[in-house]
């Protein structure tokens, strides 16, 4: 059983970055894609970012590419989603979300293990 715990979350200006931390225990980490998703109110949750196991491979929406970095440190067993170039329209709860599906299948049903999400929020 992995148990992730997400943070870096919080209130940041149009323009401005924030990097998530997502801390795994209790598994194997270096065995599991990783990915965050995003949610916003009264919708389905999102796929942002992901990254193979080993980190060699990272998939991006197309709304967050080159703004948005993905990365895995299997040491740390943590995965960390470095957010640039912030716009009000990235308000929303991150989650981040370990798995060992297929890494270019971006469903959340590919991931078997979630946190519990940090709110981003974009102010204009």
């Known amino acids: 059983q992995v148990q992730l715990v997400e943070s870096g979350g919080g209130l940041v200006q149009a323009g401005g970055s924030l990097r998530l931390s997502c801390a795994a225990s209790?598994?194997?980490?270096?065995?599991?894609?990783m990915a965050w998703f995003r949610q916003y109110p009264g919708k389905e949750r999102e796929f942002v970012a992901s990254s193979s196991w080993s980190g060699g491979r990272t998939y991006y929406a197309d709304s967050v590419k080159g703004r948005f970095t993905i990365s895995k440190d299997n040491a740390k067993n943590t995965v960390y989603l470095q957010m640039n170039s912030l716009k009000p329209e990235d308000t929303a709860v991150y989650y981040c979300a370990a798995g060992r599906g297929p890494l270019y299948n971006n469903s959340p049903r590919t991931y078997d293990y979630w946190g519990q999400g940090t709110q981003v929020t974009v102010s204009s």
């Open positions: 209790g598994g194997t980490f270096s065995r599991y894609n």
